[in-house]
T-cell receptor, first 113, second 113 residues
Framework: QQQVKQSPQSLIVQKGGISIINCAYE??????FPWYQQFPGKGPALLIA?????SEKKEGRFTISFNKSAKQFSLHIMDSQPGDSATYFC????????????FGTGTRLTVIP | NAGVMQNPRHLVRRRGQEARLRCSPM?????VYWYRQLPEEGLKFMVY????????ESGMPKERFSAEFPKEGPSILRIQQVVRGDSAAYFC???????????FGPGTRLTVT
């Protein structure tokens, strides 16, 4: 079953707008939540990550909001640019000792000029 | 500092042949992970290795797939007797010990004809 659910599947945003991608999880053992950015034909690149002991983390134009009680987290891209057009994946990892990431199904973001 | 390296980048095999995918982790990283990505889907964990040890292979198909990370040289993912359903992008990631951060290589795109 899908351990991490991601929405929307695709997103179109005007240049300068805010892109918001949402993820939800069930496993309360998860304690690390990264976001990856993937361009066509490339590998995923780690963008930003958060632990459940904080509710928000910001790095430049990228912000993760985390709601532990709702088991949800989201990525906000401020002042979206055409160069941000890519597929974004949320992921989660738990303290199982196995260290494997569970990925969402991805959101294809298109930023139009 | 070179990133995670994978080769070949593209691999074409006929049904029944063997596929060998190689991954060299980032310098200083001793943990290697293999993931598979089907078209329009997220990445699915396959196996987690440290030098000379398989730590978690819970995501590996029971037959035809094997992985190793020898004391010297790259990690190898081997797929024997490939079938059309094995066609996918295979990504390797590495991390230093004690860290959750995983850094991905560019992937090997396997096509089975």
């Amino acid at each position: 079953q899908q351990q991490v659910k991601q929405s929307p599947q695709s997103l179109i945003v005007q240049k300068g707008g805010i892109s918001i991608i949402n993820c939800a999880y069930e496993n309360t053992a998860f304690d690390y939540f990264p976001w990856y950015q993937q361009f066509p034909g490339k590998g995923p690149a780690l963008l930003i990550a958060i632990r459940p002991d904080v509710s928000e983390k910001k790095e430049g134009r990228f912000t993760i909001s985390f709601n532990k009680s709702a088991k949800q987290f989201s990525l906000h891209i401020m002042d979206s640019q055409p160069g941000d057009s890519a597929t974004y994946f949320c992921a989660a990892m738990g303290e199982t000792g196995a260290n494997n990431l569970f990925f969402g199904t991805g959101t294809r973001l298109t930023v139009i000029p | 500092n070179a990133g995670v390296m994978q080769n070949p980048r593209h691999l074409v095999r006929r049904r029944g042949q063997e596929a060998r995918l190689r991954c060299s982790p980032m310098k200083g990283h001793s943990h290697v992970y293999w993931y598979r990505q089907l078209p329009e889907e997220g990445l699915k964990f396959m196996v987690y290795l440290q030098k000379e040890n398989i730590i978690d292979e819970s995501g590996m198909p029971k037959e035809r797939f094997s992985a190793e990370f020898p004391k010297e040289g790259p990690s190898i993912l081997r797929i024997q007797q490939v079938v059309r359903g094995d066609s996918a992008a295979y990504f390797c990631a590495s991390s230093p010990g004690g860290s959750h951060e995983q850094y991905f290589g560019p992937g090997t795109r396997l096509t089975v004809t």
